[in-house]
């Protein structure tokens, strides 16, 4: 059985990288899928149709309120609710540092998008979800809000840290009215967004070898835990951080 039959999820984010796996996997798992990014997808849309599932694609900007809010209404108009809400998209930018050398302006495109995109996502979500019965928020955070990382990005350390108390306190709030919300944290996977970031073979190494199983992850094992949040699987489970990270967090030491 389909685990998302019957379901109908908004992904932001989702016109590459982990944002796309998750378009595709969730249609193929029976969702009814709202491509969101900041330009419309028609390929992902093709790619979900071409196997049999249903998507549209929407563009919108996740700083822009009004823009999210059409978004929500485009898909609940054209799949008749909304029980998935998977905010995926953010940012990593390449001159983010430490407290001394990152940019204000890099700071503050970070928090937008990262922080305060996601709050819009989830303040034109909820009443989608609420008029649905309820359902699954997903928020994409990283295994860098319960570390420190070994190269200084703090802009975007903060802002996933910021996304772990949201998740909590949006958890606690609506539990009683079916809305679930988890954090997905995952650990280094080299998605366009980080290879961007890691663009030294000496930065990649540097992360590699605090990894204990000696990889970075795939984009679809990071998806496989979304899934599992998305469905009714992880029905007793709300305000948690998913971290799936290769063992980073769990490491004192790395072994040589």
């Known amino acids: 059985m389909e685990r998302l039959s019957g379901k109908v999820a908004l992904i932001t984010g989702a016109g590459g990288g982990m944002g796309r796996v998750a378009a595709e996997r969730f249609a193929a798992e029976g969702a009814r899928v709202a491509v969101v990014d900041v330009v419309e997808n028609p390929d992902v849309v093709d790619a979900i149709t071409a196997a049999g599932g249903e998507a549209i694609t929407v563009a919108a900007d996740v700083r822009d309120s009004a823009a999210v809010h059409a978004a929500v209404e485009r898909t609940v108009d054209a799949f008749g609710g909304l029980d998935i809400l998977y905010n995926n998209a953010g940012v990593s930018l390449g001159d983010d ?10 700071w ?5 998008v990262n922080v305060k995109g996601l709050w819009l996502c989830c303040k034109a979500g909820i009443p989608a979800m609420l008029d649905s019965g309820g359902g699954s928020i997903i928020n994409v955070a990283s295994f860098v809000a319960h570390l420190g ?47 961007q970031y890691l663009n030294t073979e000496e930065r ?14 795939e984009a679809e094992e990071m998806v496989n835990g979304a899934l599992f949040l998305a469905s009714d699987e992880s029905s007793y489970m709300t305000g948690q951080s998913l971290l799936i990270d290769g063992g980073i967090t769990a490491a004192y030491t790395t072994p040589e």
Request: charged share 20%.
């Open 97 to 106: 540092d430490d407290a001394v050398s990152t940019p204000e302006a890099t």
């Open 108 to 112: 503050e495109l970070t928090m937008d």
């Open 149 to 195: 990382a070994a190269t200084p990005q703090l802009a975007y350390t903060t802002s996933k840290g910021a996304v772990l108390s949201m998740t909590r306190e949006i958890a606690v709030i609506y539990a009683r009215q079916g809305i679930r919300a988890n954090a997905l944290c995952p650990g280094p996977v080299l998605t366009p967004l980080l290879a």
């Open 204 to 217: 990649r190494n540097r992360r590699l070898v605090h990894i204990p199983m000696g990889r970075f992850g």
